[in-house]
């Protein structure tokens, strides 16, 4: 398994500040998210790398574990041992593969990299101590990175789950519910490690984590998003067309609008599991030409020069 370098995939150095890698993930998420690139399974495939790449140097603990370790990471002596993914009855292994990630994230950072395998229904080391009657297999777990338009819409993902000490392939469909929200339990009955003495087999728990958007931010059951406004539009008001998970809808912007302020889109935010929905909230941002033409420009000059605007008074 080879190693992945986060940096180049962000295209950023080292050194790079939480601010660089932010802008350089949105940058990039937003050439490259499938509603937008020209290539959709290309960009598909390159957006999954980008918003991995985002899941482990965006987080202060995950960049400073994959920086002490680097490109040494599996190796004898590095204080690093991976289940890729959970770890079942007597140390059973998995190997799971449609989750969303890497095998290289999931050996690095999934849940049983951290240790998290659940040990909820046996997990008997010594032999001498397992019960005499059935007991119930130990839980298995697993990350499961989930697209937010996924979260969304609601979805269906295929894993394959594989024991890596007996080869034991088992796959398995998973429903993911609409409006599904990051870090929520997902059981999947009877796929967690084998039972004892004829007891049922454990279960599998999937924990969401919904993938970083380029557009979008996540609030409980609210979105926000930036709205850019050109200074003349905030001054006289507009209406501007905006996209949202449901499609495009239109604001009004009234007339002197300040960056900062928020537009409320009632109901089109993330669906709750009272079959009611959240809001979009856009945030004003005024951006400028960056590159006038010499007209353009000649403009912009005059009314700074004639303008009676005191801003800072």
């Not at 980008?50 to 400073?64: C, M, S």
């Amino acid at each position: 398994m080879n190693f992945r370098d986060y940096y180049e995939v962000l295209g950023v150095s080292k050194d790079a500040t939480a601010d660089e890698i932010r802008k350089a993930f949105r940058k990039l998420a937003r050439k490259y998210h499938p509603d937008v690139a020209e290539d959709k399974e290309a960009g598909e495939e390159k957006f999954k790398q980008i918003n991995e790449a985002y899941e482990v140097l965006g987080d202060p603990e995950k960049r400073k574990k994959y920086d002490t370790l680097g490109q040494n990471w599996n190796q004898p002596g590095a204080g690093f041992t991976g289940a890729a993914g959970g770890m079942g009855q007597g140390g059973y292994e998995y190997h799971f593969s449609g989750t969303g990630f890497s095998d290289f994230f999931e050996q690095f950072f999934g849940r049983g990299a951290h240790g998290m395998a659940g040990m909820s229904g046996g997990g008997y080391s010594d032999p001498f101590s397992r019960p005499s009657g059935p007991r119930k297999g130990v839980s298995v777990d697993a990350d499961l990175l989930v697209s937010l338009e996924e979260a969304f819409t609601g979805a269906q993902r295929k894993l394959r789950l594989q024991a890596r000490d007996s080869g034991e392939v088992r796959e398995v469909t998973v429903k993911i519910p609409r409006g599904v929200e990051d870090g929520q339990l997902l059981r999947v009955r009877g796929y967690g490690g084998e039972g004892i003495n004829g007891g049922d087999p454990g279960d599998l728990y999937l924990h969401v984590r919904i993938e970083s958007h380029p557009f979008f931010t996540v609030d409980r059951s609210d979105l926000l998003c930036t709205l850019d406004l050109a200074p003349w539009e905030a001054m006289f008001g507009t209406k501007a067309t905006i996209k949202t998970l449901k499609g495009k809808i239109r604001l009004t912007i009234p007339p002197n609008t300040e960056a900062g302020e928020t537009l409320i889109a009632s109901g089109m935010g993330m669906p709750r599991s009272d079959g009611t929905t959240g809001d979009l909230h856009a945030t004003v941002r005024i951006v400028v030409p960056e590159n006038p033409d010499p007209e353009e420009r000649a403009r912009w000059e005059h009314l700074r020069d004639t303008s009676t605007f005191k801003p800072r008074e």
